[in-house]
T-cell receptor, first 113, second 108 residues
Framework: NAGVTQTPKFQVLKTGQSMTLQCAQD?????MYWYRQDPGMGLRLIYY???????DKGEVPNGYNVSRLNKREFSLRLESAAPSQTSVYFC????????????FGPGTRLLVL | RKEVEQDPGPFNVPEGATVAFNCTYS??????FFWYRQDCRKEPKLLMS???SGNEDGRFTAQLNRASQYISLLIRDSKLSDSATYLC?????????FGSGTKLNVKP
């Protein structure tokens, strides 16, 4: 079992370009999350999906959109990348919703020039 | 005010030492608490959950003090392999809030 996978591992974008970060899980978990991690700031929640078919904003959703394509996949889209979106992005999954262990993917390192 | 605050460290300790980290949280209604470990350039991984009565897992002991709104992690007999960043995580109404982490360096 791969657990939680993310693609790509690294990406360099120019300001204004768009891209989609992919996340997939084979753990049959209901909830999925997108976080960003910046130096000295900890992980911050961008968007989450408590169950298939639902998505909600987290702490820092501006500039991002998400799609919960099916139970396995949860993608994060940057429509017009900005240098402030340079970060490490982590996808996470959870069996239920809240109060349980979250399992993280290996992360995507994004640099926006 | 941040939801979760941690001393960033680094804590530099020799092998075999005992080291403790604290973490404070701002929302008194927080429901669940965790410690995650993050190695350099890797994803966070659950170290242990923190229960009201306190809990122990081998060399690691976690405590929760709801009255003062802090949680702690104690590591006994530190190993070189314990070198990492330790993230305090608080669950507020089904949303996880992460501290910025405390860096631990265990030296030979």
């Amino acid at each position: 079992n791969a657990g939680v996978t993310q693609t790509p591992k690294f990406q360099v974008l120019k300001t204004g370009q768009s891209m989609t970060l992919q996340c997939a899980q084979d753990m049959n978990h209901n909830s999925m999350y997108w976080y960003r991690q910046d130096p000295g700031m900890g992980l911050r929640l961008i968007y989450y999906s408590a169950s298939e078919g639902t998505t909600d904003k987290g702490e820092v959703p501006n500039g991002y959109n998400v799609s919960r394509l099916n139970k396995r996949e949860f993608s994060l889209r940057l429509e017009s990348a900005a240098p402030s979106q340079t970060s490490v992005y982590f996808c996470a999954t959870e069996q239920g919703f809240g109060q349980e262990t979250q399992y993280f993917g290996p992360g995507t390192r994004l640099l926006v020039l | 005010r941040k939801e979760v605050e941690q001393d960033p460290g680094p804590f530099n300790v020799p092998e075999g030492a005992t080291v403790a980290f604290n973490c404070t949280y701002s929302n008194s209604a927080s429901q669940s608490f965790f410690w995650y470990r993050q190695d350099c350039r890797k994803e966070p991984k659950l170290l242990m959950s923190v229960y009201s009565s306190g809990n122990e897992d081998g060399r690691f002991t976690a405590q929760l003090n709801r009255a003062s709104q802090y949680i702690s992690l104690l590591i006994r007999d530190s190993k070189l392999s314990d070198s990492a960043t330790y993230l305090c995580v608080v669950d507020n109404f089904n949303k996880f809030y992460f501290g910025s982490g405390t860096k631990l360096n265990v030296k030979p």
